[in-house]
């Protein structure tokens, strides 16, 4: 897991295909109708910590906040605006065979995630193995792809640090780059740090 780390793109005009609340200040971002940025993360989280009594998600865009659930003491970072005698608890997103799919804030990210990927000329897939066992992603991955308006699927990148993952990437997507070198290694190409 990669935290977004950047100062090109402030964390107010970040989509993460929900609402979420920031961890030092708690003021409320609502999703940018005209964002410089979409993350959709279908899978695992460090940044995420979530109130499991009104559903609010806290987002880090500078890293990791999972520690703040493992501390004993309750406090601004690690409670929510609605209770502060309740901890926030890790907003992890599971293989599929134990997904919750009622979760709103998922949801959200799904329908977010599949409407721009059918439209995307373009699809940067870091880090994530594809097992065969998450088939709720496969589902998706592969829905999106067939659903793609007329003549325009979109180019499929995958980058990894090593070839684990490739069969899994070729049997659905036969025509994809799969690159090794990481996701440093992909930006450098691009011309961003």
């Avoid at 961890?23 to 109130?51: F, V």
Wanted: net charge negative; charged share 25%.
């Amino acid at each position: 897991e990669h935290a977004l780390r950047t100062t090109a793109v402030p964390p107010e005009a970040i989509d993460m295909g929900f609402d979420w609340r920031d961890p030092d200040s708690g003021i409320e971002h609502t999703r940018p109708q005209q964002p410089a940025l979409r993350i959709y993360k279908l899978h695992g989280s460090s940044d995420l910590l979530r109130c499991r009594c009104c559903g609010y998600v806290y987002f880090n865009s500078n890293g990791s906040i999972a520690h703040q659930v493992m501390r004993k003491d309750l406090d601004h970072g690690n409670t929510c605006h609605c209770r502060d005698d309740l901890r926030l608890e890790l907003q992890i997103v599971s293989p599929s065979l134990v997904r919750d799919i009622r979760d709103a804030n998922l949801l959200s990210i799904w329908r977010s995630a599949l409407e721009w990927m059918r439209n995307a000329e373009e699809w940067v897939i870091a880090g994530y193995s594809l097992p065969p066992e998450d088939l709720a992603i496969r589902s998706l991955l592969l829905h999106a792809h067939a659903t793609a308006p007329k003549g325009n699927k979109p180019r499929i990148s995958v980058v990894q640090v090593d070839d684990k993952a490739r069969p899994n990437y070729r049997v659905l997507f036969p025509d994809c780059t799969y690159r090794t070198d990481g996701l440093e290694g992909f930006l450098s190409d691009k011309g961003e740090s």
